[in-house]
Nanobody, 113 residues
């Protein structure tokens, strides 16, 4: 089993930056890839970013150039650096491991003036 805990959410103004963290515990040796997803009110959960232990990463088009995903293997943690935030980035952000096999409980990000 793997447990995932997200942190770092909060309320920020448009144009500002925020860093989210997701720390894994448990059977971490079984984890090769992790993702960030988000779910806005009234909308379906959507993919945001993906990363593997080998360093491969991918992003949904709407965050390319603004968000950066990274992984610290020593800390069993992935990060999502979000810059130039927009009100439409408001959502609960979730991390998952191994293509949705494990999920965290999410952290709220609100972008508002």
């Amino acid at each position: 089993q793997v447990q995932l805990v997200e942190s770092g959410g909060g309320s920020v103004q448009p144009g500002k930056s925020l860093i989210l963290s997701c720390t894994a515990s448990g059977d971490i040796a079984s984890i090769y890839s992790m993702d960030w997803y988000r779910q806005a009110p009234g909308k379906q959960r959507e993919f945001v970013a993906h990363i593997t232990r080998g360093g491969t990463s991918d992003y949904t088009d709407i965050v390319k150039g603004r968000f950066t995903i990274s992984m610290d293997n020593a800390k069993n943690t992935i990060y999502l650096y979000m810059s130039s935030l927009k009100p439409e980035d408001t959502a609960v952000y979730y991390c998952d491991a191994e293509n949705g096999k494990y999920w965290g409980r999410g952290t709220q990000v609100t972008v508002s003036s």
